[in-house]
């Protein structure tokens, strides 16, 4: 097979990956050239943030533990304040997306360098990617300085994430990948990593529901989210992304479970424009169907895979879908104005958890 054309650009970050490597945070900071690091947190897990801080001992400047989904711009702001007051001169982010993209935002702003130690799967610590959420629309952005200039990956951390959000979690990694599998700006680099990481994570997840503990298959799944992540950040995404935006940001749903919910249905929409991609995604999930396996994964490992499910009503989906196609990405499919009834049939499914068609 002939090689296309294509443009790589590779991050500047670096990644300690392994069972244990939480013992090299103070190497890290030091590293990043940093005295002073404020630790984020959500509140439920204010005490991996102070475990965080004990370890950086003198080298940890407080802990903001109000980290929360999507971003609010109110918390961002005053994070950068709390930052800012403390005299910090880096970030250090455990958690999952929430706490990660509360970094990125403070970040965004003070030009703070961030060290994410990721605790779910969601991938965000790997991208120049935020987002803040105002007045009820989420908007994401990218730009170079919210990348995390350190990435610390300690399977051990994640023995404790709950089976349901391990599986939710892992799904939203796959998600990252499936898409960059078909983005405009592709390259064989990213489709490498694509495939390997939807397989990690793939294998991962039925073993972690067996054995929560299981350190191969944590080690797995956070190995299989990097690469899922790294996707994410080099490449463009597409239909499936803005959907979960959409529903995410204008109605509050749950992120990793709308990405759950809503992928198998935007991978069906998108099989006939992209052949390639879901032949390589079938392939990674050992189905004969990408969008068919993916519904599967989510549902025989007890993932929810209906949108009324997480809280998502009926009323609200012919808005949902105006928003959607209002100011659409780029998909292989079109989905703009004129698709509004497609979308809307698609969220219709999503939305009882039929079968992806």
Request: charged share 20%; aromatic share 4%; net charge neutral.
């Amino acid at each position: 097979m002939s090689v296309a054309s294509f443009a790589y650009t590779s991050q500047p970050q670096t990644v300690v990956f392994g069972p244990g490597s939480l013992q090299h945070l103070g190497r890290e900071i030091d590293a990043l050239g940093a005295k002073r690091a404020l630790v984020l947190s959500t509140p439920e897990q204010r005490t991996q943030a102070e475990r965080v801080a004990d370890l950086l001992g003198a080298q940890a400047a407080g802990i903001f533990d109000r980290a929360v989904m999507h971003v609010p711009i109110e918390t961002a702001r005053e994070a950068r304040e709390v930052a800012r007051r403390l005299g910090a001169d880096c970030a250090v982010a455990i958690g999952g997306g929430s706490t990660t993209g509360l970094g990125k935002a403070i970040a965004l702003d003070s030009g703070l360098p961030i060290l994410a130690i990721p605790t779910t799967y969601a991938g965000s610590e790997m991208t120049p990617i935020f987002g803040l959420t105002e007045a009820g629309l989420k908007k994401t952005g990218k730009d170079p300085r919210v990348l995390p200039r350190t990435v610390i990956y300690d399977p051990e951390l994640s023995r404790s994430l709950p089976v349901g959000l391990s599986v939710t979690s892992g799904i939203n990694a796959i998600a990252h990948a499936a898409e960059g599998l078909y983005a405009k700006d592709g390259n064989p680099v990213m489709d490498l990593m694509a495939e390997e990481g939807i397989a990690a994570i793939a294998r991962a997840l039925p073993a972690i529901r067996r054995s929560p503990e299981d350190i191969e298959a944590r080690s797995d799944a956070l190995y299989g989210a990097w690469l899922c992540g790294s996707v994410l950040g080099n490449v463009g995404m597409a239909l499936h992304h803005k959907l979960c935006h959409v529903l995410g940001g204008s109605f509050d749903l749950p992120h990793a479970e709308v990405h759950t919910v809503v992928l198998p249905h935007a991978i069906a929409f998108n099989a006939e424009a992209a052949p390639r991609a879901m032949a390589r995604i079938a392939k990674a999930l050992g189905s004969d169907d990408a969008a068919r396996g993916l519904q599967a994964l989510a549902r025989d490992n007890g993932a929810p895979t209906a949108l009324k499910d997480i809280g998502m009503k009926e009323a609200e989906l012919d808005r949902a879908a105006e928003i959607a196609v209002a100011n659409p990405y780029w998909n292989p499919r079109p989905f703009g104005p004129a698709e509004r009834d497609a979308i809307r049939a698609m969220l219709q499914r999503a939305f009882e958890g039929a079968p992806p068609r």
